[in-house]
């Protein structure tokens, strides 16, 4: 009974959404074209499809918008405005870090100006592992030495091999670089795996990889739950990881307190299952006062997994003694559906969200041409309030690794064995926001009679605006309308195109 009311009260909350998107498509009258007056001369279109990658068109000339003809068009409301772009960008893993501190000293420089700075992709966000994930070269937490509880054996010297190396000159690069860290588990030995703590047995970690499996009875990283008896050292331990990273010039702004916060992945990986309450119980008595006394620069973000723990955080942020800890919500997006997290702005309207993973697979036929597929992804986060996209590992090898065990993600961009570099679909998709959707821009209304495109537009800081549009169908001929003013173009089949001026 209990799973009927639920699905009868998502339904209805889903329907409301629908409801309240679709009068975002606005009809165009007369009185709402005099209404804003402006001054439009040009716009660039960058298109990207079977043909071309992010190619420029000849420009494109402003005139006074007609009545309606033939053709989809996609009309823009800058007075009705959402939330503020932070920026895009991808996770520094240990494995990308480690491909790319292996690379010519002149290739990599190459390759992370192409990625980081404003004539590239222009990335500005990055997201580094807190100890080691399922993309790593080894198992590996900052103090393995049972019960350290003063943390005398913390060391970061695993990451100033090559990850903080790989850090400092993307800075370099892109001095605005703002860096989330997230724990896939914390040290092995401040989690239980006994069920009377609400954890698990051992026998329910026995899968299909046990080459990698440790004796979860010895302090594993894989799998298990998070002991409430070590909080706050674990406060300690994160605090410590920041004074550190900040030490070694790399200033972290966000973090989380764990990856995929409710898997254990069946102790194939270093994962770890915390509570709601738990984790309601370390950001509120722990990790916030911590931060608010030595790391207020440093923003706190619960969740850090799929959509359909959405209520989940409802619950969560119900706290208020928690929530004034809570700087944001961040998402990912392998399961459940994106207006999921529309559900919770709808309760909370004033925290912020951040899309933190989604990338593509290594097995996957269109690897290097789903770029439609990935315009709409990110048009969906963006829609659902998220200020950020962040995508899994920068770079992989043409295996899918370095990993620790048989996984199938790729990279954003592939790195071959003879040195050169495929770019993914998603790579191709991604340019179309990271280049034009600047930080701190914010996102517009948007509305189209034409259900096919895909749109989604922020006015920039710079005063320019931005309207990134997807295209998985059939070429059509578009008709983009602001106050007043259109510009007529064709968009290609299976196209992502950004629209600027």
């Not at 990599?108 to 080691?132: D, M, V």
């Not at 593509?360 to 829609?383: R, S």
Request: hydrophobic content about 35%; proline content about 5%; aromatic content about 10%.
């Amino acid at each position: 009974m209990k799973m009927n009311v639920f699905a009868s009260e998502l339904s209805n909350r889903r329907a409301f959404l629908r409801r309240a998107a679709a009068s975002g498509l606005f009809a165009l009258s007369p009185r709402w074209l005099k209404s804003q007056p402006v001054a439009h001369r040009s716009a660039t279109l960058y298109v990207t499809d079977a043909k071309e990658k992010y190619a420029e068109r000849p420009e494109l000339c402003w005139t006074p918008a007609a009545a309606r003809v033939g053709g989809a068009t996609i009309e823009i409301d800058s007075t009705r405005q959402f939330q503020p772009i932070l920026g895009f960008g991808a996770a520094l893993t240990d494995a990308s870090c480690y491909l790319l501190h292996g690379m010519p000293a002149a290739s990599r420089q190459a390759f992370l100006r192409e990625a980081y700075s404003p004539e590239g992709l222009n990335l500005n966000l990055g997201r580094c592992c807190i100890g080691s994930s399922d993309y790593s070269r080894s198992v590996y937490s900052y103090d393995d030495v049972p019960d350290d509880m003063n943390l005398d054996h913390f060391s970061l010297k695993h990451d100033e091999a090559y990850i903080v190396p790989t850090l400092r000159e993307i800075q370099e690069i892109n001095p605005s670089l703002f860096l989330l860290a997230s724990p896939w588990s914390p040290p092995g030995w401040m989690k239980t795996y006994g069920t009377t703590a609400g954890g698990r047995t051992k026998d329910n970690y026995i899968g299909p990889y046990t080459h990698w499996l440790w004796d979860l009875s010895n302090e594993s990283m894989l799998g298990g739950w998070m002991s409430e008896s070590y909080l706050e050292v674990y406060s300690r331990y994160l605090s410590k990881f920041l004074k550190g990273y900040a030490q070694l010039g790399v200033p972290v702004h966000a973090i989380t307190c764990q990856n995929e916060i409710e898997t254990t992945q069946n102790g194939t990986m270093p994962a770890c299952r915390w509570s709601a309450t738990l984790e309601a119980t370390f950001v509120r008595d722990h990790l916030g006062p911590l931060f608010r006394a030595q790391h207020q620069q440093t923003q706190i973000w619960l969740l850090d997994h799929n959509y359909q723990l959405f209520q989940r955080v409802e619950s969560q942020l119900e706290d208020k003694q928690l929530a004034k800890y809570v700087d944001g919500v961040a998402w990912h997006g392998y399961t459940g559906t994106p207006d999921q997290m529309s559900l919770v702005h709808q309760k909370d309207p004033g925290v912020p969200f951040y899309w933190t993973e989604g990338g593509p697979f290594i097995d996957a036929a269109d690897y290097a041409t789903d770029w439609a597929k990935w315009g709409g992804i990110f048009t969906d986060t963006l829609e659902n309030w998220c200020r950020s996209a962040i995508t899994w590992n920068l770079m992989l090898d043409p295996r899918g690794k370095p990993n620790l065990g048989p996984y199938n993600c790729a990279g954003l961009v592939t790195l071959k064995d003879d040195g050169s570099i495929v770019k993914s679909g998603q790579c191709h998709a991604l340019r179309h926001f990271s280049r034009h959707l600047q930080r701190d821009g914010i996102r517009i209304a948007t509305g189209s009679s034409d259900s096919g495109v895909r749109h989604v537009a922020v006015r920039n800081p710079d005063g320019g605006f931005a309207l990134v549009l997807t295209n998985p169908g059939e070429a059509k001929n578009l008709r983009v309308i602001q106050a007043g003013q259109q510009v007529s173009f064709a968009i290609p089949r299976n196209a992502v195109a950004t629209l600027v001026w």
